[in-house]
C-alpha cells in the first residue's frame, strides 16, 4: 500500500501527490471522533474544519506522510494552523492561492506548485529541479508528473460522459456512483476511480421518469448516500458544483503552456472556481456561472446546500439568489453542519421543493 | 445622512478646538481628521476608491484617490448606534446573520443608498476571505471596476515580488481611471509623510509601555489599523506628533497617575464599536488597556527607491496577514514589552481570521503566563448583547487577576 498525502482543498493536485510516489488521502469530515476542535478554534468556524481538525485530535487518520494544506479561506488557513498544535509531528506545507485570476496570480500559482511538487519528492526521499532540467531530455520527475495528469484528464473525460448522461436522463444510482468514483479519486488512486468510471459510462439500468430535475451546488456534499436520499425525496441530480463533486477532478489543459506547472495553475484556478476564487473583470459571475449550468444541464430548479458559517459561499448566496430569480428558476438554500442527520432534517423542505417544481 | 453627520462633526470638533488653541488635543484632531475623510468620501467630487482593510492608502492618496476600507464605515455606523436599521436591510436581502457585522452593516448601508458610490475597488485578501467577499458584492452591486491585491501569507522572496508586481499593476488600474499618471514625486511625498508617521508611532507605543502607562482605556482604540488612513499625509504626521506630546505631557504632569493603574491589560484585535461601558468599568477596576494588538509598527521604513516592494513587505508583516503561529509569537513580544497581567479576546463574533484561532491564542499566551478572557461579543452588532454576561466576567477576570 502507497504511503498517503493529507490534503482537505480541491485545490490541491491530485496528479503531483501521486507522481511523488504517494497515494492521495483528502481527510473528509466523517467522524464519530469528540468534538474537541473548539479548544483551539473558535466554534464559529465552518463545520468542515473543525470536523477535520477533530478527525486530527483524535488520530481518526490513516499514517500520513505529510499533509498539503491551501491558503484557499480564512478556515482553511486556521485548520492549518491549528494543525501544528494537533499533531506537531506531521511534516506540512502550505501554499498560497491567489483570489483574483490574472496572469500574476497565474504565473504565482505555478510557482507554488512547482514548490508542492519539489516537497513531495523530497518527502519520497526524491530530488526534483525542474528549472535545471534540459528540454532535449526532460528528467523522469516531470515524465511521472505528465503520465499522472494525463490518467486525470482521462478520468476528467469519463466522470464528464456521467455528467452528460445525468443532465439527459434520470438513471437511478448513478449520482451515488459517481460521488464514489469521485471518492476514490480523492482518498485512494486515480487509476482505480478511472477503472470505476469507465464502469459506469453506460449505466446499468435504464433511464426513468418521474423525478424533478435539480441542479445542486455548494461547497462540500460528499457522502454517496446523500444522493441516494435526494432520488428517495423526488429528486432527479442533473448536475453538481461542489469542490467534492466533479469540481474536484479538473482536468488540466497541457496543450497551451510548456510549464506543466503553470499548466496546473491555469487549470485550477479558472476552472469552475470555488466561490473564494474572482474573476475580476466580471464581479459575481458566480452567479450567471449557476444559472448556466442549471439550464445547460436541463435543470427546473436549484438546490444550494452550504455549510454553516463558509462566508466565500454565504456573502454570494444574495446574488446568486437573484440571478435565478430574474430567470425564473426556482432556488432554495440549505444550510448543514456535513452530517446526514443535518440532511435528514431537510427532507420536507427538499420534498415540498420537488412537489412545487413538478416533474 | 452620512454626509450630514461627518459634516457636523468637523463643524463641532473645529469649533471645540478653537476653543482650545493651545491644547494639545490629540483625540479630537484625530477625530476631526478622520471626519473630514468621511466627509470628502461622501461628498461626491472626488476620486473614491472602496478598499480593503490592508490596501497602500499612501500610495492611493498620492493618485488622487480619496480611498478608505469598507470596515471603516460599518464601525462608524455602529458608534453613531445606527447600524441596526442597516443589518436588518442586509439580513432581509439574504446575508447571513452569521457572518461579520462590520460586513453585513456596510453592505446593508449599500443596499439602502447610503454609501457614496465609488469610481472603483480595490480588494485585498489580507485580513479575511469574508471582506473580500463583500467587495466583491460592491463591485457586483454598482457594476464599478474591481481589482484585487493577493496578500500571500507566506513571507518570501516570491510572495513579495508577487505582491510588489501587483501593486505597480494596480497603480496603472487606478490611472486609468483617474486618468492622471502616477507622480514618482507625490509618491516620495507621501511615503516620507509615512514614514515620519511611523518613527511617531513607534515613539507613541514606547511611551504607552511606560509603567504606569500614559494612556487611558480609551486612547489608542484601534489607533494602528485606523491611522493608516492617514499616515502617508502631513495630517498624519501632525496627529501622530499631537498623540506623542499628549503622553509626554501626560507623564510630565503626571495626570495618569489619577486612576490607580492595578492591572495592565492587552486588548486583541479590534474594540467593541458601540457604546458600551467597558472602557470605564475597566477604569473602575483599576485595570488599564495598555496595548492593542494591531497597534505596532511592524514594517521597516518605506524606500522611495523601492517603494512597491517596500509596501508589499509592510502589507505582508501586519499581523494579521501571517499565520497564527506568526501573530501569537507578535503578541507575545508585546505582552512582555508592555508587562501585561493579562489580555481580553473580545471574539468578534462572525470573524474567521481574527477569532478562528480563539484557542491557540489563549494557549500562546498562557505559555508565557498570560491569561486571557475570551468574551463571545459581536463588536458590531448590539442588538444580542448580553451586557451583564459580559460584565460578570470581566469583573471576574480582574477579580482573578488582582
Redesign the interface.
Known sequence: MNKKIGFTCAYTPVPLIEAAGFSPFRIFPESKAPDQAGHLLHDNLCPHVKKVLNRALADDLPGLEGMVFINSCDSMRRLADAWHEARPDDRTILLDLPSGINNLSLDFLSKEYERLAKTLFKWNNESFSPEIIPEIKPEIELDKIKDKIATWNLLAASVKKIEEKMSLDYFPGIASALQQIINTAATDSTDKALAMAQKKIEPKEPAKAGKSPVFIFGNLLFDPKVYDLFEEWNVHVTASDFCTTSRFITPVDTRTDNNIFRSLADSYLKQTPCARTMDTAKPGSIAQRIVQRAKESNAKGVIGFILKFCDPYLARIPMIRQALQKESIPFIMLEGDCTMGSMGQQQTRIEAFTEMLGV | MMYEHFDNAVKGITEKLNQDPEGINARKKYALELSKLGKKLYSKDENIAWCGVTAPFDLLGSMGVTSCFVEFVGAILSSTQTAGLFLEEAED????T???AY?RAVMGAVLKNAMPEPDFII?T?SP???G???V??F??QYKKD???L?V???YTK??VK?LA??IE?MTSFVSDHTKRPLSKEKLGIALDYFNRSSQLLKDIYDLAKTKPSPVDNKFLKDFGTVMALLMGTQQGVDICRAFKDELNHRIKTGRHHASKEKIRLMWIQNRIQYPFPINEMLDDLGARLVVDELNDVTWEPMDPDKPFESIAKRMISIPYSM???ERIRHMQDLALAYRIDGAINP?H?????G??????IS?GLKDINVPVLNLEIDCVDSRNLAKGQIETRVEAFIEMLS
Do not use: M, V, Y
Not at chain 2, 463574533?349 to 481570521?353: M, N, Y
Not at chain 2, 477569532?355 to 491557540?360: S, V, Y
Open positions: 436581502s439574504g446575508f447571513a452569521d457572518s461579520c460586513h480588494g485578501s479575511c476571505t469574508a473580500l467577499a463583500i466583491e458584492n463591485a457586483n474591481f481589482f484585487i493577493n500571500p501569507q507566506n516570491d510572495a508577487f508586481a501587483q499593476e499565520d497564527t503561529s471574539c463574533w462572525g470573524c474567521r481570521q477569532t478562528g484561532p480563539r484557542g491557540l494557549k
